[in-house]
């Protein structure tokens, strides 16, 4: 599955502008990301991901590969449901697999269709809105979708960084 997804900072006016769009509040959610770095390939350089992330009783592993075009996020993602996020620490630990950093952030959820539009306050950095959605051949299509919602928002200036890579810039 390719993840489409383009994120901005927000300003106070967004969620207004996002309402007048006609979406549906879903949700808010916690989230505690964990990430992991592995000493025989950099992330960093491979523009990779591996992460487990904890939100309001649920666990997921999530990989994340490298970003498809020079204007989002899109990207190649597999996740998996897990019971028990403890033990799949463990286990990455006993693979070599180090805990890099954690990300942590309050997320508010809005549906356009099978678009979300997801307002974030991630510690340490502030808001931001991230636009989102799934494709697979057809995320060329969906990327434009997602594009054509951020400019309607009047927020053309996107973010290719991942949370965890702002963070590590602003320390």
Known sequence: MIEIEVKARCRPDVLDAVRALGAVYLAAENHHDIYFSCSQRDFRKTDEALRIRIKEGDAQLTYKGPKLDAETKSREEVTVKLDD?????????????????????????????????????????????EVETIGNEDWKAKREEVLRIMSRLGLGDTIRKSYLEMLEEST
Do not use: C, N, Q, W
């Open 85 to 129: 996020p403890t033990a799949m620490e463990k286990i990455l630990a006993s693979l070599g697999f180090i805990h890099a950093a954690d990300v942590k952030k309050h997320r508010y959820k809005y549906a356009l269709g099978d678009i979300i539009l997801a307002f974030d306050e991630v510690e340490g950095l502030g808001t931001f809105l």
